[in-house]
C-alpha cells in the first residue's frame, strides 16, 4: 500500500464534520437537539443552516433540519485497489444508534464510526440497520437479475440476504 494510505481527501462539509465531532466531544453523543443548541449563537459556523424565524420554522422543523444537516456530514475515505490506483469514497461520518440504559428506555443519536466499531453491540445494530435499508435495493435487483438473466446479481441479492438473515439472529442471540 502506499504510504499516505491514511490521508483523507479535504471535503467540502469538513467544517461540518469538526463541529459535529465537537458536539460529540463534549456531550459523548450527536443529537438534532444537541446540534439545534449549538447552532443558535448567530457566531456558530452552523447557525446559518438552520431556519430562526419561528414564524416560518419551529423547534420542530429546526430538528428535522439538524437531522438533515447529520446525515450530510460524510467523511472522505481513501479505499487502495491496487497499485497506485486508488477510489475515493464518501461515507458517513456519525451513526444513528439507540442506545437502551438501565432502565430499558431507548435513547436515539449519532456516534462516530470509531465509536461505533468500539462496541460489539452497536456495530451489530449499524450493520442491521444498513442491511435493512437495502431491502429496496436488494428488491429491485432481484427483479433486474430475473429479467436480465443475470445469476451473479441473483448470487449477490441472496447472499446479503443471508447476511441479513444471520446478523438478525446474532442480535437476538445478544
Not at 490521508?7 to 465531532?21: F, G, H, K, Q, T
Not at 453523543?29 to 448567530?42: D, H, M, T, Y
Request: hydrophobic letters at 40%; a negative charge.
Amino acid at each position: 500500500m502506499p504510504k499516505d494510505k491514511d490521508r483523507r481527501i479535504p471535503r467540502a462539509n469538513s467544517w461540518l464534520v469538526d463541529e459535529l465531532y465537537s458536539i460529540f466531544e463534549e456531550e459523548g453523543v450527536v443529537s438534532p437537539p444537541l446540534v439545534v443548541k449549538r447552532a443558535e449563537p448567530k457566531d456558530n459556523p452552523l447557525h446559518d443552516e438552520f431556519t430562526w424565524n419561528n414564524s416560518v420554522a419551529g423547534h420542530q422543523f429546526r430538528l428535522v433540519q439538524a437531522r438533515r444537516l447529520i446525515r450530510r456530514a460524510a467523511k472522505a475515505e481513501v479505499i487502495w485497489a491496487s497499485g497506485n490506483e486508488s477510489q475515493v469514497v464518501e461515507i458517513p461520518c456519525l451513526v444513528s444508534v439507540v442506545e437502551i440504559d438501565n432502565e430499558g428506555n431507548g435513547d436515539q443519536h449519532y456516534l462516530p464510526r470509531a465509536k461505533i466499531i468500539e462496541d460489539e453491540e452497536l456495530l451489530r445494530q449499524a450493520i442491521s440497520r444498513t442491511l435493512g435499508r437495502s431491502l429496496g435495493f436488494r428488491n429491485e435487483l432481484a427483479w433486474a437479475a430475473e429479467q436480465l438473466g443475470y445469476e451473479f446479481l441473483g448470487k449477490l441479492v441472496r447472499a446479503l440476504d443471508r447476511a441479513d438473515k444471520e446478523l438478525g439472529q446474532m442480535v437476538v442471540e445478544v
